[in-house]
Structure formats: C-alpha cells, structure tokens
C-alpha cells in the first residue's frame, strides 16, 4: 500500500473491517477520480474471491456479460444467466465451494449502480444475495463502489426494501485538503512552494487523478495550460464526462451549477429556480440534495437576528466545478492562457475569490489555530439588509464561550497589506453586523491569508491571524 496517500484513516477503518470476524457489507462512495477503486486495490492487493466491474453506460446484456467473466474467472463454466437472480445464485454456489473456513472471501463489485438497468431487477436480486447468502457466512466482506453517489445512497445505505439496515459499513470517499494534497504532490516529487500547491488546488480541488497529473519539472501555471487550455488537453472535457458519470440525466444539475457558479456567496432555492428555469417542486429538492451528497454544493444559514431554517443559501463549493464555468466555457484559443495572464488583475481577483473557498473547505484548521477546536463552534454566513454597500462576511464562528469571530479572507502573493480604506471597512462591517443581529456576543475579527499582516498604523486592530501554513495542517 506504498501507493497511497492521505488515506489514513480510511485505510485503519479497512483494517478494522477485515478483521472483524464477522461478516462485512461495506460500500465506498465518493465523486469519480476521487480514487475509490484506487484505495480498495490497494488495499486487497487485487487479491479478490470474486471481483467485476460495471460497464458505464452499458446495457443490460453489456452488464450481465461483465459478470460473466467475472464468474468464470472463478471456475464457472455454465451458460450465461437469464435473469439477476440466477446470477447470484451461481456466485454463491461458486463461492461456498471455494470458500475456506477462517479466511476472508473477499467481494468486490466496482461501479455497481451501472448494473442497475431499467427493468432489470438488479437491485432486487442483489438485495436477495446478500440477506439469503453473504450475511450468513462471517468469511464475506463485500465491498462495493460507484461514483453515483446519489444512487449509492438511496439504492443502498437509505434502501428501504431488501438491502434497509444490510450495509454494515459506509465510507464517504472525500477530495484531499490541502494537507493531504502536499503529501501526494511531495511523493510525486513535484517541488512546488505551499503558494503554488494551494494556486493548483484551487483549480482542481483536492481531487486525487487530477493532482496525479502534474509531471515533474513544470510550474502551476504550466500544469494547468497544459491540462486545461492546450490542444487536445487532458481535462478539457472532463467536465462532462464527471456529471454523465453521477447522473443519468445531468443537464438540470449542470445548469444549477451554472447558475451557482455566477454567485459567490450563495442563492435561495427560490431564486435557483428562476435562473436556471427548473420549477420549484420535488425535482429541485432531489437536484439539489443530490449536488449536496457530491460534495459540489453546500448549504449554509446566514446569521441574522434568528436563524430561520428556511432562510439557507445554496454555495456552489467544488472549486473544479468553479474553474471551469469561470474559464472552460470561455472561447479561449490561446494554449499558454493561464502563464499569460498569471500576474494580471483578472487573475488576481480570481485567485481572491477562490482563497475564500479553499478557507472554507478547512473550516477545521481555522478552529485549530485559533485555538478553539475543543469547544462547541458554529459557523455562518451573514449579509446586511441595511448598509447600501451591502457588506456581508462570509465566514462567522460563533463559539460557545459567547464570542464571534469576524473572519476576513484576504488572498496576496506576499504579507497582506491593511490600507486605511480596508480598516474603515472591516470596521464597519463589524459594526453593522452587531447592529443588526442584535447579538450579544463578543465579536473579535480575524485575519486568513496567505503569509500574515504587514506591521503597520493599520494592523492592530486584527487581534489573531491564520495564515496558509495552518490551512497545511494536519487535524483531525
């Protein structure tokens, strides 16, 4: 397992699971590239008892041919199954005659929701495996994967037919922070600075295959012309690829992120559905939960006098996602794109944008360097409906010995300079905020940026700082 990186805890959870004594149903959910198959590989040493792969796209017969050749991988030499319950009825009669009494028969079925076929009866039969056969032999460990983490979900861990209470044990695979992402790029022997590592991120987020793509002896700005704006670039269509991958019909999803990624703190629900044409019913309340389960959107509250669960904002969060709909869906021709225009202020402001997002994927390191990750933390948003600027924050902690942290996200190549203009701002943005939330708390503002203040007549009044290097930090 030398191969892996940032899978930590993962990994000791897989440990636990193999050695449990009894028997394990296991299913591995997570975006595609975010290295699920990669991780259960490793993990097994490709050493399976029974093992195949959904065909994407693929019809039913496609399907039940790939898992033909996975029974007659082990020993099956009969005719090919005419339904998904005899399917299954011959890997079990194949397995309990291989089976050995104190070993683990380990099953691993990769890309699962693409047998599920219409009319097929897959899920069914499936369900019927498990519960007549493979929970009865404590030697099974089945383990499933499937980029469609809607499906995943509601077909198998929120199952409320055959499979209801049967999954043992769920793993949410997540993209890597940035912590997780230096270790990768450290043992490709990728020598970027922390500044040029967090740039890459902000580009494709903590995505395992795309941070496998960097080659060594290029700069940021190089790996992602090459990736992305040159000729026959690898990640060009990726976008695509990525939602026809998790949905059977993705157009509604993509114009939601569409509409998501114009707005940098977030939208109502109400004000989704006029944007992107997609009426207000249950078909948006399944959009958007979905894009939710994929960890593209999150929801959030904003802080006002109450908090009122109805009053939640949508955020488009995956910064792949962000990037592309910024830059992809640009009619740019020029291959060298990014290196042009890298110390250009249209980038400059695209990278400020960006750090603020990267700060809110590491919402736990803030904790930690300030020192308050023990305590119980809620964390908000917060616009003003008076002032005619109409500050708002985007990042409120609100802790439970009665003080709020102001945070203020601020990107720069160097120390970050506060000018008069920016204090008197910040300044009144705490003002306004206590004014009309009304709060009771303490407020104290804080710093995020990339390398700390600069000392000046300006600075004294940002009481704490977290800088980059705590955004690398490992927490648990």
Excluded at 109 to 125: H, M, N, S, W, Y
Excluded at 155 to 167: A, E, P, Q, S, V
Aim: proline share 3%; glycine share 6%.
């Amino acid at each position: 397992m030398d191969g892996i990186y940032g899978r930590k805890k993962e990994l000791e959870r897989m440990e636990a699971y193999y050695h449990s004594g009894k028997a394990e149903f296991v299913a591995l959910y997570g975006r595609r590239r975010v290295g699920k198959t990669f991780l259960v590989d490793e993990f097994f040493n490709h050493q399976y008892s029974f093992t195949v792969t959904g065909v994407i796209d693929g019809k039913r017969s496609e399907q039940m041919a790939a898992f033909m050749h996975g029974l007659r991988d082990i020993g099956y030499t009969g005719t090919t199954p005419k339904t998904w319950m005899d399917a299954f009825y011959e890997l079990s009669v194949l397995l309990e005659k291989n089976m050995k009494s104190g070993e683990r028969c380990v099953l691993f079925i990769d890309e699962l929701p693409c047998f599920d076929t219409p009319k097929a009866g897959f899920v069914r039969a499936f369900g019927h495996f498990w519960n007549s056969w493979g929970q009865r032999h404590k030697e099974v460990m089945l383990v499933v994967c499937g980029s469609a983490t809607t499906w995943m979900i509601e077909n198998l861990i929120d199952n409320h037919g055959g499979l209801h209470d049967r999954i043992t044990r769920e793993m949410h695979l997540r993209p890597f922070n940035l912590c997780e992402t230096e270790q990768m790029l450290r043992a490709m022997d990728i020598v970027w600075d922390r500044l040029a590592i967090m740039q890459y991120y902000m580009v494709v987020g903590g995505v395992p295959y795309y941070l496998s793509l960097v080659e060594q002896g290029e700069s940021v700005n190089q790996a992602i012309d090459r990736l992305f704006f040159a000729e026959n670039a690898p990640l060009k269509r990726e976008y695509e690829r990525l939602f026809a991958s998790l949905f059977r019909k993705p157009e509604p999803y993509l114009e939601i992120l569409r509409v998501l990624s114009q707005q940098r703190m977030g939208v109502t629900r109400e004000e989704i559905a006029k944007a992107a044409g997609v009426p207000e019913n249950g078909h948006l309340t399944e959009y958007l939960k979905s894009l939710e389960k994929c960890d593209f959107v999150r929801y959030y509250f904003i802080k006002n006098k109450k908090i009122k669960k109805t009053d939640g904002l949508y955020q488009l969060t995956d910064l792949f996602v962000i990037f592309y709909n910024t830059y992809m869906t640009k009619p740019i021709t020029d291959a060298h794109y990014w290196s042009v225009h890298n110390h250009t202020p249209l980038l400059n402001n695209w990278y400020g944008l960006s750090f603020e997002r990267v700060c809110m994927a590491h919402i736990p390191q803030i904790k930690h360097a300030l020192g308050i990750d023990r305590i119980g933390v809620e964390y908000y948003s917060w616009r003003s409906k008076e002032s005619a600027e109409g500050a708002q924050v985007d990042l409120l902690l609100e802790r439970a010995d009665r003080i709020i942290n102001l945070c203020e996200m601020k990107y720069s190549k160097g120390l970050y300079t506060l000018d008069k203009d920016e204090d008197l701002n910040m300044r009144t943005r705490m003002e306004d905020f206590t004014r009309e939330t009304e709060t009771k708390y303490g407020v104290m503002p804080v710093l995020v940026c990339t390398y700390g203040l600069k000392r000046n007549m300006y600075s004294g009044g940002i009481q704490q700082q977290v800088t980059m290097d705590n955004l690398f930090k490992d927490v648990e």
